[in-house]
């Protein structure tokens, strides 16, 4: 079952230019730290977008257990969970495309998503089974 968001939360997780930390597996077990771009759900999920070939998406092909941390100072929201793979090729890319304008604008949001268009990408949907929030 997943935990529901309240409107506060939801609130401090849609807070313009929020980055998440994410925990993920390395094949020998280290957890392996990542700051990352999302976007909220709806629902309550997430979505995660990446260049193919770093090791946070390779770990999460392998082993979709995964944590994740939003912070703003000593204001946190903290989940775990797992995530599926949503999206590759041109649908991935349409995923960073969109974060790209949640994160930037102007000149800025047109040099990252012209280097985004030529990039194989894949986004994943996590799912939080477990919350922890402290704001």
């Not at 020998?28 to 629902?43: F, K, S």
Request: glycine content about 6%; aromatic content about 8%; charged content about 25%.
């Amino acid at each position: 079952m997943r935990p529901e968001l309240d409107a506060p939360t939801r609130a401090f997780l849609e807070a313009p230019d929020r980055f998440a930390t994410i925990a993920t597996i390395d094949p020998d077990g280290a957890p392996l730290l990542a700051v990352i771009w999302y976007r909220l759900e709806a629902d309550g999920s997430m979505m995660f977008n990446s260049l193919v070939g770093r090791r946070w998406p390779d770990n999460l092909l392998r082993d979709p257990r995964i944590s994740v941390l939003v912070e703003q100072g000593y204001d946190y929201v903290a989940m775990r969970g797992e995530v599926e793979l949503l999206h590759e090729g041109a649908a991935a890319v349409d995923d960073i495309l969109a974060l790209a304008a949640m994160y930037h604008t102007g000149e800025e949001l047109e040099r990252t998503s012209a280097r985004f268009r030529t990039q194989a990408r894949i986004s994943f949907l996590f799912r939080p089974r477990t919350l922890l929030v402290h704001h």
